[in-house]
């Protein structure tokens, strides 16, 4: 290429560039946001980004229309709408939607985006009378029995007519639109009874819908085309979150929405550091909503709560707890009765505040508290198990080296043991051997359950294990990894209100409230603290709800304070009858003082102590071994099974 070619070539280029630049610029111009149709719509990347911030922006700061509606109606869960609403329609970071609608409506798309007063229409019928699935919009100027245009049916759309002005911020008066009448764009939705698009929040994935041929609906929206109408085709969604019918249209499990039309699979997407890539949630995710350390990647509160009321139009009545009140109890409803949120959670923390209550009236075993406990049905009693060993000897098959010898004690319902011994005593290989997952070893002796000869594997559904090495999942919330747990090991019969009552409770029992939607956090990524962390790989087996509780070293690392809240909760736990035993190093003796009882081991696998906690000493001292001043006795009696500390008799002091 010449010189002169190159220079016209880059001449025409800047002057096609500079025309479409002023096109769009004089569409912006046009403020607040009228429509206008922009002919000069092409690939150029400038324009694209200019138009498409032309149509974000008019989304923005929109709610000074609806907000009075909202708070009204969602006051109760919404502090800020202007935020929620604003972060819902925050498309700064993917306006590739934007670009292909324009360019599949040849530059006509502002014409067919619903106005403040269209959008005003829709969330005020949706806020009367609920998404009931059939149309469910009251008749309108567009849309009624004398006329009914294309864009009326799910999923399609009209334009106003050419060389009419509309204000998209005009919250009184409806435009009249008939004009090119056509599917909806991707990324956008037009409900059923208007004409007119809606741009799909953040967090929903709203691809183009799909005719199955066999059921004839257009998947995943499950609407159907209208009769008698041959050139009319499966458009766009037609709904912002009815779950109930169309799970498809937020960001499924296991997937990353960069944008509304976007989905990937995390095993692909994820790319540690890169903003776009967000970690498989249990509702999925959508970057753009990304905001800030720790904070929850997922629907909006806004998205969230029209979620809520399509699950349930009758049902909403928001999150009045009234915790401690005494009628809540007769007032809740139970199981399946319950829909919405709201109603699970005020039934969660009614349930809470009475089972705190009823733990104290315990503590204090007072003559009316024990008759109300008896008398109260309502409070789910888990099973007891009561773990007796005898002689239990575990030989390591190859070496025939003995790991444990002759171990024999029980671990009872309601308490809480501790197992300690110097490193390499056999610890963890004793909860193996109880637990039955002792590999490579003969066992000899018998582990009794409930007093009767049965593999404990058969009770493995009531029996957690937390293991020495943490099982979180780093890139998912507090509660996310809960949740996750809870799915996967509470029954599917279960009712959702009593999932939600088991999740809540563990995390008010391990004092998790304050960082429930904080990021556990990676190697990479630093997020709740260690102690924390801990606190939730307990939690993720508290949820099962088990009657034997079985924990390797679950406060090594953590400071006096941090291992006291975690043993509080447990020791919460051994109240409703649970059956604790936990290895534990060097306590505090204010920590140790929390044990019911202990298992000492000694180097090769014996036992050298096994009773009250509180008797050791005792025990000891009958051996003429006396703790000395100022020495902290479970550290000296481990320092002696060591062989580091010399005993000190009675006699010497
Ligand atoms: N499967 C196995 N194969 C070989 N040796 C084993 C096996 N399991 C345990 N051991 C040995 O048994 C001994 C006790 O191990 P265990 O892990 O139970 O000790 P521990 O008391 O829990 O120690 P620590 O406090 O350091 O965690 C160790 O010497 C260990 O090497």
């Known amino acids: 290429m010449s010189r002169e070619e190159f220079n016209k070539l880059r001449h025409d280029h800047c002057c096609f560039l500079y025309v479409s630049i002023i096109i ?5 111009s046009l403020s607040p946001a009228y429509c206008q149709d922009i002919e000069g719509y092409d690939d150029n990347p400038a324009t694209q980004e200019l138009f498409s911030e032309l149509v974000y922006k008019s989304f923005s700061n929109f709610t000074s229309v609806f907000k009075q509606d909202i708070a009204k109606y969602f006051g109760f869960c919404i502090t800020d709408v202007d935020e929620d609403w604003n972060m819902a329609f925050n498309f700064s970071k993917g306006t590739q939607f934007i ?4 360019k599949k409506t040849n530059g006509d798309m502002l014409r067919r985006i619903c106005t403040a007063a269209e959008i005003k229409f829709y969330f005020n019928n949706l806020f009367e009378k609920g998404a009931k699935k059939s149309n469910y919009l009251k008749p309108n100027k567009n849309c009624n029995l004398s006329s009914w245009v294309s864009g009326c049916e799910p999923g ?3 334009g106003v007519g050419k060389g009419e002005k509309v204000d998209l911020r005009n919250s009184k008066d409806m435009p009249f639109r008939s004009t090119n009448c056509a599917a909806c764009c991707e990324g956008f939705f037009c409900p059923h009874g208007i004409t007119c698009m809606i741009p799909c929040p953040l967090g929903a994935h709203c691809p183009l819908a799909k005719l199955n041929k066999t059921t004839g609906i257009c998947d995943p929206y499950h609407y159907q085309l209208p009769p008698g109408k041959p050139n009319h085709t499966c458009g766009g969604a037609d709904i912002w979150a009815d779950i109930l019918s169309s799970s ?4 499924s499990a296991g997937l990353y929405c960069p944008s509304t039309i976007q989905e990937i699979p995390c095993s692909r997407g994820l790319n540690p550091g890169s903003d776009a890539a967000l970690p498989p949630m249990p509702g999925g995710s959508s970057s753009q909503q990304s905001s800030g350390k720790g904070k929850k990647n997922g629907k909006s509160n806004l998205t969230q709560m029209l979620d809520d009321i399509e699950n349930n139009p009758e049902g909403h009545e928001g999150f009045n707890l009234e915790i401690g009140d005494k009628n809540i109890k007769k007032n809740a409803p139970r199981g399946k009765q319950l829909h919405t949120q709201s109603q699970m959670f005020r039934y969660a923390y009614g349930q809470i505040e009475r089972e705190k209550a009823m733990q104290e009236q315990n503590k204090n075993l007072t003559f009316s508290g024990v008759i109300s406990m008896a008398n ?8 007891t198990i009561e773990v007796a060993f005898k002689d239990l000897t575990l030989t390591l098959t190859t070496k025939h080296k003995h790991l444990l010898r002759c171990v024999t004690g029980k671990l009872s319902p309601g308490r809480v043991s501790a197992v300690m011994g110097p490193s390499g005593a056999g610890k963890t290989t004793f909860l193996s051997a109880l637990t039955g997952k002792a590999t490579g070893c003969t066992m000899t002796g018998m582990v009794l ?3 009767k000869m049965e593999p404990i594997q058969s009770y493995r ?5 937390v293991p020495q090495d943490d099982i979180v999942h780093g ?3 507090v509660e996310e990894n809960l949740w996750f747990s809870a799915r996967c090991r509470l029954s599917a019969e279960l009712p959702k209100p009593e999932k939600v009552l088991v999740v809540e409770r563990v995390i008010e029992s391990l004092g998790l409230q304050a960082v429930r939607d904080s990021m556990v956090g990676t190697v990479e990524k630093r997020g709740i603290s260690g102690g924390q962390r801990k606190r939730v790989n307990v939690g993720l087996e508290m949820v099962m709800e088990p009657s034997l509780l079985i924990l390797d070293e679950p406060t090594s690392g953590l400071d006096s304070s941090s291992s006291l809240l975690l043993l509080r909760a447990l020791r919460r736990e051994a109240l409703e009858g649970v059956n604790i035993c936990m290895v534990v190093h060097q306590p505090s003796y204010t920590l140790f003082r929390m044990f019911d009882d202990l298992i000492l081991l000694a180097k090769g696998g014996l036992t050298a102590y096994h009773g009250s906690a509180k008797k050791v000493e005792e025990y000891f001292a009958g051996l003429g071994i006396t703790v000395p001043e100022r020495v902290n006795p479970p550290d000296y009696f481990i320092d002696i099974l060591e062989g580091i500390a010399k005993p000190k008799s009675a006699g010497e002091l």
């Open 24 to 28: 769009v610029a004089f569409a912006l």
């Open 99 to 102: 670009s292909n609608c324009a």
């Open 156 to 158: 399609w759309a009209c």
């Open 248 to 251: 498809e249209i937020f960001c």
């Open 376 to 383: 109260d049905t309502e409070i789910r009693k888990r099973p």
């Open 449 to 451: 359950v409930n007093g």
């Open 461 to 465: 559904k009531i029996i957690g294990f």
């Open 475 to 477: 890139n998912l919330t």
